[in-house]
Each structure stands twice: as structure tokens, then as C-alpha cells.
């Protein structure tokens, strides 16, 4: 029986009743930001709110694939329905993308996992709206924990990870010190460190290093945000070792910061956050419009004196700022 | 939300080799030719089971599958796999790569391949047979 033709609502009906077929047709209206898109997302979001969220990130080839498997396949073991969403990037110049993550987890994920690969697909923005939109749907259909792997280069990659319930950085051995992790915004956003790869010479550096930073960022009070310093753990992906205790981490974050309504307001914000972006997608696209002179009249003429340098562009900008909320 | 190449939907495919042949040349060569292509690639690699590929078409929601093939084992494994996508109600056409003697060719399209790519295919070739394949199923009306 095919898929094609059916209303969403009810490919809705056949993702929640368990069909994976189903789930991965939703997952490609959202991601396509279909027409179909907002009664999927009218459906999922009174249904959702119940999964936990994990980000995964950390430096290309930093092992975040192997872990999660690792990981899923504990849970599965414990009896959980965990669903993977791993973010790679789309090539700039053709659009298309290898996506490779799968491939590291399904011999060792349990069949009930559901995994879920996803290119950047050029639009950055668009991202941002898709991971949140997909992550609504699988939580809606009973998957839980999700967990969200992204590579930790791009700000749009890392704030995603960072939206998560519960943020993992993975570091390795070898891979320049941690200065450089702190350039790309990843320190701050950890909830938990995993040094993967820790059968390798220099594991115990990259721990040492991590725990030294974090002893820095408490004189400097810069842990103020969550109140809580990360754990570190190690752990080889390869073998699984450290996986169950890197779980069990994951867990003493979410029992932490429900005890301490963070998990509420992580949760409010994720979803202000939404609509924020919405927005911002809405106005861009507006602006846009504005600027190749197809909605407003006089824009021209605008950015016509800001060439002939009789009007700087702050000027032009503040002149057509007034006029947004005629868009 | 347009992409590079092309304003029809993105094209998914997954890629992968059954069995235990361990050559993974040509199966990356094409990964590589189907990227450049504007298309995304759900890489699955070698010593795939049909249940695996199975399983990443359902959850990737797939337009089709290839399946690098460079043994002689390609009249029986072909033909399983289009079976157990037929079972598990998917509609997407299987793409064989690789060495297939002509000989073969005949009888194997009769078991629902859609398409054989030898070795000697260029680039466009095989970019231009996914595109079809893909397009002749989505063409083709809701089947009950
Ligand atoms: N020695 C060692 N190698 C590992 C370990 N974990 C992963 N690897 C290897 O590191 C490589 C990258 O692993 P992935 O899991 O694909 O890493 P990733 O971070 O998901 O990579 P991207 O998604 O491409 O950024 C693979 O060759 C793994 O086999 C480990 O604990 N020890
Ligand atoms: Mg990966």
C-alpha cells in the first residue's frame, strides 16, 4: 500500500501506530517544509514534550557516529526506543551530500531504533527550522531519547546541539588543543564532556586540559549559565567502553536540571526559539523581496543614492526599517 | 527552499553491497558521482543484509537503491533484495552497478531491476539513470 496521495494526517496516524514508513515520509515533508509540513507539525506538537534530547558534537571525525551507536544500542538493550537524527553537511557547490553516520551505527542499534540522516541542504536557516521540526515529530511517535548528532563547525551545527536537553562534546586526543574547541563556541555549551578515542595516547591530556578549563571558567564564573560542571568521561567508541557511564551521565543532567526546572526552561526557550526563527526566515524573505525592489516602491531610489554615496547604508537602513511593518 | 541543481525534490539514495565481496572502490566512486550530481547519498557500504537496506529506505525515505555488485552472485542477491522491498511495501527501483554478463542482463530486469550500469558507464550516465528511474516511479499513479 503506498503512501502517495494519503492526507497527512493519515501517514500521521500510521507513524504513530508504529509504521517507520510512515515516519520517514513526515520526516521528509518537514524537511522539504512542505505544504504538508504545518498539519504535521499542528499534530506532533500536542502529542509531544515527553522525549529527552541529547546533542552530540564535536570535530569532524571525532568519533561522535561510533559513540552514538554504542549508545543506542545500551538503550535498546534496556528496553528504550531511541531515534538518531545525524546532521552532515551538503556540498556548497552541487547540493548534494554522502552521509555516512548511518552506516556506524545500525550493526549495533537495536531494531526498534530509528535513525534518520539529514543534509544541511545549503540553507542554514532552513536547518534550524527542520532539526527542531523532525525532533517534534519523533518525540510525537514515541521515541525516546532522540539523540541529535551534529558536526561542531558552523554556528547553525553547534546551536542546534546546544537546544538539546542534554549537550555532549566529544573531544579526542590529537586534534589541537582545547583553545581551539573554545574558539568554535563548544566549551560553553557542553553539559557533559566525552573524551572519545581514549585507547590512544594523549587521552588523558585532552581530560586534563577539559578539567583545567572548566576550573577556569568557575573563578571566572562563566558556569553560572547551568550551575552544574560538566563531567568528563572517556570512552572507546570502538570497543564501547566508557558508553554505559557516559549514559549514565546523561541521565544525573536530566535528573539535575528537572530537580532544577532548567529542563522546563530549556524546553520553553527551545520553542520560543522556534518561532523566532520562523520569523526571521519570514522577514528575511520579505527583505529580500524589499531590496530587488518587488514590494515597496521608492526602494530603488534608495539604493540608488547609497551607490552615488549621498546616503550611507546606515542611513538607508534606518530610512527603510520605518517602512518594515508596511511588508 | 530551491536547491543547485534542481527544483524537483531532492533525490535520496541509498547505496550499499550485499553479501561479503569486500571491494568498496566502485561503490565510493559512485557515492561520489551521485553528490556531484545534486543528490544525497544514504551511504551504507559493504556486508549490508537486506534487512539493512530495507530498514534505511523505510526510515530515510528513500527514491532508490543502488547496489555495487562485482561477483557473480548478482542474479541471486538482486533479485532478493527487489523482493523484500516489494514485501515491506516499498516502491523504489533497484539500480545494479557493476560487472554483469550480458547474458545476464535479460533475465535479471525480469526479476523488477530497473536499471544495470556496467562499468564502463560515464559519470552522466549514471547520474541520468538514477534521475530516471526515479522519475518513472514517482511519475507512475498510486498503486492500491
Ligand atoms: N581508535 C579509535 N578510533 C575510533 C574510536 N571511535 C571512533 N573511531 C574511529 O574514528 C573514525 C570516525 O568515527 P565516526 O564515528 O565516523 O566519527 P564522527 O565524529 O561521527 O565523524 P563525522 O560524522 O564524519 O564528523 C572511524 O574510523 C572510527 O572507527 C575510538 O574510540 N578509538
Ligand atoms: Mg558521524
Known amino acids: 500500500m503506498s503512501l502517495r496521495g494519503l492526507p497527512p494526517a493519515d501517514i500521521f496516524d500510521k507513524a504513530l501506530g508504529g509504521e517507520r514508513r510512515a515516519l520517514g515520509r513526515l520526516i521528509t515533508f518537514v524537511e522539504r517544509d512542505a505544504a504538508e509540513a504545518e498539519t504535521v507539525a499542528e499534530l506532533a506538537h500536542e502529542r509531544a514534550g515527553n522525549a529527552h534530547v541529547i546533542g552530540i558534537t564535536g570535530a569532524p571525525g571525532s568519533g561522535k557516529s561510533t559513540l552514538t551507536g554504542q549508545l543506542v544500542k545500551l538503550l535498546g538493550e534496556a528496553g528504550k526506543r531511541a531515534a538518531v537524527l545525524a546532521v552532515d553537511p551538503s556540498s556548497p557547490l552541487t547540493g548534494g551530500a554522502i552521509l555516512g553516520d548511518r552506516v556506524r551505527m545500525e550493526d549495533v542499534a537495536s531494531p526498534d531504533t530509528f535513525i534518520r540522516s539529514m543534509a544541511t541542504r545549503g540553507h542554514q536557516g532552513g536547518l534550524s527550522l527542520a532539526v527542531p521540526g523532525v525532533v517534534r515529530l519523533l518525540d510525537a511517535t514515541g521515541y525516546d531519547p532522540i539523540v541529535i548528532e551534529t558536526v561542531g563547525v558552523g554556528q547553525v551545527e553547534v546551536d542546534i546541539a546546544g537546544t538539546a536537553d542534554t549537550t555532549v562534546v566529544v573531544a579526542t586526543p590529537g586534534m589541537g588543543d582545547s583553545v581551539q574547541a573554545n574558539k568554535a563556541g563548544l566549551l560553553e555549551l557542553a553539559d557533559l564532556f566525552v573524551v572519545n578515542k581514549a585507547d590512544r595516547p594523549g587521552a588523558k591530556d585532552v581530560r586534563r586540559d577539559l578539567d583545567l578549563m572548566l576550573d577556569l571558567s568557575h573563578v571566572s564564573g562563566q558556569d553560572q549559565r547551568t550551575g552544574m560542571r560538566p563531567e568528563i568521561i572517556m570512552t572507546t567508541a570502538l570497543s564501547g567502553e566508557g558508553a554505559p557511564e557516559m549514559w549514565d551521565a546523561i541521565e544525573r543532567h536530566r535528573t539535575a536540571i528537572t530537580a532544577n526546572g532548567q529542563l522546563e526552561a530549556r524546553r520553553v526557550n527551545r520553542d520560543i526559539d522556534e518561532v523566532r526563527n520562523r520569523l526571521m526566515a519570514d522577514l528575511e524573505s520579505r527583505v529580500d523581496l524589499m531590496l530587488a525592489g518587488q514590494s515597496l516602491a521608492g526602494v530603488a531610489e534608495v539604493l540608488d543614492a547609497v551607490a552615488a554615496r549621498s546616503l550611507s547604508p546606515t542611513a538607508a537602513a534606518t530610512q527603510l526599517a520605518a517602512r518594515i511593518k508596511d511588508l | ?144
Do not use: C
Request: zero cysteines.
Open chain 2, 1 to 144: 527552499m530551491s536547491d543547485a541543481s534542481t527544483s524537483d525534490p531532492q533525490i535520496r539514495v541509498v547505496l550499499a553491497k550485499l553479501g561479503f565481496d569486500g571491494h568498496d572502490r566502485g561503490i565510493k566512486i559512485v557515492a561520489r558521482i551521485l553528490r556531484d550530481a545534486g543528490m544525497e547519498v544514504i551511504f551504507l557500504g559493504l556486508r549490508q543484509s537486506y534487512k539493512n537496506v530495507v530498514n534505511a529506505v523505510e526510515q530515510e525515505d528513500a527514491d532508490a537503491v543502488g547496489l555495487s555488485m562485482h561477483n557473480a552472485s548478482h542474479m541471486t542477491l538482486a533479485p532478493k533484495m527487489v523482493d523484500a522491498l516489494a514485501e515491506a511495501g516499498l516502491e523504489v527501483p533497484v539500480i545494479v552497478g557493476g560487472i554483469v554478463p550480458d547474458e545476464d542482463i535479460d533475465p535479471l530486469m525480469k526479476t523488477g531491476v530497473a536499471a544495470i550500469l556496467g562499468p564502463g558507464a560515464s559519470a552522466e550516465e549514471v547520474a541520468q539513470t538514477v534521475r530516471d528511474a526515479v522519475a518513472a516511479v514517482r511519475g507512475s499513479s498510486p498503486q492500491a
